[in-house]
């Protein structure tokens, strides 16, 4: 069942992986010390504005991952809309790039179980050495959470006001941009599975995670003769280029471990979209007043012309 035109399906309190990924896979997103506290700033901005949780994130050069809590699809699209439009604004900017920067809206996948949301965390945290691109996912020069998560360190960024700076500008006023920068922390918040643990014990369980990464991905690199090409050269990347051979693969419906837990969300998927396409052609032949499944998000109201002579 493809999902990529299918209306979003985000269950109440849902645990979510979410991607978005650059145009054409271009590097847009190359890591540099101005990205990352912009970067940093925004997401930071964000969940001050919107009640989610985060969990884990990095930021590679052509896309990046967050693991989060959202309490419905409504608060995760306000709080992606806010986080994609302002990074799109300032990688756009710091590159040079004057068109559209994301390939497609948001791709968000429920995580239904603790297996799973480990396996995400991990997935998350290994990034950078997975690629090949880096010996060790800590030397990794883009964003990312792991420093909060092995260490505790305070993620903190920077967002400008540049409403404000351009107004201020536009008044004959002498201003800098950085008299308009907001200070942001980036919270992070433990694994709903994991909630009830103690903050050391939460570190040595990331900890651990990262220690099995990097075992594996030494015993890996011994067997594939691999040799990553380092920070210094992925800060070198032209942000206009793209890879020759970009990976292309279906993402799954929902990740979990459990075949029953997967087969009770596809049919409540299918549920869902059954009864969002049925509301849907209602509306489309005229009904204004069918309702849509809840958590979905109908149509915005339909532009009612004036009658003829009508002033």
Not at 151 to 171: I, N, P, Q
Not at 209 to 215: A, M, Q, S, Y
Not at 246 to 251: F, G
Request: aromatic share 8%.
């Amino acid at each position: 069942m493809g999902m990529a035109r299918q209306p979003k399906y985000v269950p109440p309190g849902s645990t979510v992986e979410v991607t978005s990924k650059t145009i054409d896979d271009r590097m847009l997103l190359r890591p540099s010390r101005e990205l990352n506290e912009l970067f940093l700033g925004i997401v930071g901005k964000a969940l001050s504005m919107y009640p989610v949780l985060l969990h884990a994130f990095v930021v590679m050069s052509n896309h990046y991952s967050m693991l989060l809590t959202t309490p419905n699809g409504r608060v995760l699209a306000a709080f992606m809309n806010y986080v994609n439009s302002r990074i799109a604004r300032e990688a756009g900017r710091l590159a040079g790039w004057r068109a559209r920067l994301w390939a497609r809206r948001y791709r968000s996948i429920v995580v239904l179980d603790e297996a799973a949301m480990v396996e995400r965390l991990r997935y998350i945290m290994a990034h950078g050495a997975k690629e090949n691109l880096v010996w060790d996912p800590e030397q990794w020069p883009g964003a990312k959470s792991l420093p909060a998560l092995i260490r505790s360190e305070v993620l903190h960024g920077t967002v400008y006001d540049r409403t404000g700076y351009c107004r201020a500008r536009c008044k004959g006023k002498q201003v800098k941009l950085s008299q308009f920068a907001e200070r942001y922390e980036v919270p992070l918040t433990p694994l709903p599975c994991w909630r009830d643990v103690s903050p050391g014990r939460y570190r040595e369980l990331c900890r651990g995670i990262l220690e099995d990464i990097r075992d594996e991905t030494k015993k890996r690199f011994q067997r594939e003769k691999v040799a990553p090409m380092g920070p210094r050269a992925v800060k070198k990347m032209d942000p206009l280029s793209r890879p020759k051979n970009p990976k292309r693969s279906p993402a799954p419906l929902c990740h979990t471990r459990s075949k029953a837990a997967r087969d009770d969300f596809v049919h409540c998927l299918r549920e869902f979209i059954g009864a969002y396409k049925e509301a849907s052609r209602r509306y489309r032949n005229g009904d204004l007043g069918v309702v849509f499944p809840a958590h979905s998000f109908p149509p915005p109201g339909v532009f009612v012309l004036p009658a003829p002579g009508a002033s």
